[in-house]
Structures are given as structure tokens and as C-alpha cells.
T-cell receptor
Framework: ETGVTQSPTHLIKTRGQQVTLRCSSQ?????VSWYQQALGQGPQFIFQ???????GRGNFPPRFSGLQFPNYSSELNVNALELDDSALYLC??????????FGSGTRLTVV | GESVGLHLPTLSVQEGDNSIINCAYS??????FIWYKQESGKGPQFIID?????DKRQGQRVTVLLNKTVKHLSLQIAATQPGDSAVYFC??????????FGEGTQLTVNP
């Protein structure tokens, strides 16, 4: 059984650019959620996808968007990057709403 | 909404001692709670979970206690080892499947 995998592991972008982060859910998990973790803080919920539809969103602006594919993998897209977007972006998957499994994250640095 | 907080940002214990990490939550509708361990540069690792219809659950060397009356949960680690040094987060599930995290407790185990 494979866990949650995320790519890339590290990324440096310039303010104003766009970025796409990718996540493969754990085998058998049909729900994927994304979290932003700033340095020294707990993860903050961005949004969740189930059956290729967004079914929950945290307090993040529309320039944060996502997709889920038929194989349950997911993408997080961030447009018009700002310096404050620098963080660890975590993907978590679950089946049935329990036992959320997290990936190792993508460390995004905006300069 | 939900807010989750930890009582102590740091905890230092001697190897072999028992550790107790505490967490408070605000939303009485929270129905599921998870403790995660996060090591530097890695994603959160699932430790143990508990549903709101339980008040205690045990795993290998770990116990989670839930007191719904005062909206408090704790993680007890028996015979703490140097490998237990990490940041520990509690998370509460409320609406949909989103998790709300606390800010984390840095556990340091001294040899």
C-alpha cells in the first residue's frame, strides 16, 4: 500500500508567478484535502475534493484553486503568488473521513 | 467554526519518563480527533485517533483521553524515547471532513 506522494518537494517562485503542486492519494482513498503550513504553525485547511468536486473550502482567496482527477490524484494551483504564500503545502487523503494520511509536503518559497 | 489550542508550546522530558501533551478545542460539534507527530522537514504522521463517543483509546505506548465536558484531549506517551522528539499536533474534525489543527507542542526528550 503506497502512501500519499507529493511533487515537487521544493520549489522557488517569483512573486506574481503561478504554481501547480501535485498529490497522489493513498491507494483506496477517494478524498483529498490540501493544507498550508506556515513556519512554526499548525496546518491550515485550504480545500477538499471528493469525486472531482470541491466540497469544502477554508479561508483562502480564489487564486487558490484545485482539481481532482478520476484516479483521485489532485493538483493545487496558486495564481499571482505573494511572499506570504511561502509555506509547506500538505496534501492529505482519506476514505470515509477517518484516518487522514498526509504526504511529506511541498516547500514553496516565493521571492 | 472551530479553534484548537495547545496548553504548552514546548515540553522537555527525560528519556524513560511519561509525556503528557494537552489540547483544547472549542466546537462541541467536533466528532473526531487525531494526534499527529511531525518531524522536521516531514509531513504530519498519524499517531492515534478517537471518536467523540469514546473517552479513551490506547495504542502502542500512546493513549489518548477525551473529555467532552471541558472540550479537552490529551496524548500520553509512555517511556518516552529520543525518537519521540518532534512537534505534536492535535486536530479536530468539524464540518465536512476538514481538520482544524492546534499550533503544536515541541517535545524534546533528553537522554
Amino acid at each position: 500500500e503506497t502512501g500519499v506522494t507529493q511533487s515537487p518537494t521544493h520549489l522557488i517562485k517569483t512573486r506574481g508567478q503561478q504554481v501547480t503542486l501535485r498529490c497522489s492519494s493513498q491507494s483506496g482513498h477517494n478524498t483529498v484535502s490540501w493544507y498550508q503550513q506556515a513556519l512554526g504553525q499548525g496546518p491550515q485547511f485550504i480545500f477538499q475534493y471528493y469525486r472531482e468536486e470541491e466540497n469544502g473550502r477554508g479561508n483562502f482567496p480564489p487564486r487558490f484553486s484545485g482539481l481532482q482527477f478520476p484516479n483521485y490524484s489532485s493538483e493545487l494551483n496558486v495564481n499571482a503568488l505573494e511572499l506570504d504564500d511561502s509555506a509547506l503545502y500538505l496534501c492529505a487523503s482519506t476514505q470515509g473521513g477517518d484516518g487522514y494520511t498526509f504526504g511529506s509536503g511541498t516547500r514553496l518559497t516565493v521571492v | 467554526g472551530e479553534s484548537v489550542g495547545l496548553h504548552l508550546p514546548t515540553l522537555s522530558v527525560q528519556e524513560g519518563d511519561n509525556s503528557i501533551i494537552n489540547c483544547a478545542y472549542s466546537n462541541s460539534a467536533s466528532d473526531y480527533f487525531i494526534w499527529y507527530k511531525q518531524e522536521s522537514g516531514k509531513g504530519p504522521q498519524f499517531i492515534i485517533d478517537i471518536r467523540s463517543n469514546m473517552d479513551k483509546r490506547q495504542g502502542q505506548r500512546v493513549t489518548v483521553l477525551l473529555n467532552k465536558t471541558v472540550k479537552h484531549l490529551s496524548l500520553q506517551i509512555a517511556a518516552t524515547q529520543p525518537g519521540d522528539s518532534a512537534v505534536y499536533f492535535c486536530a479536530a474534525r468539524t464540518s465536512g471532513s476538514r481538520l482544524t489543527f492546534g499550533e503544536g507542542t515541541q517535545l524534546t526528550v533528553n537522554p
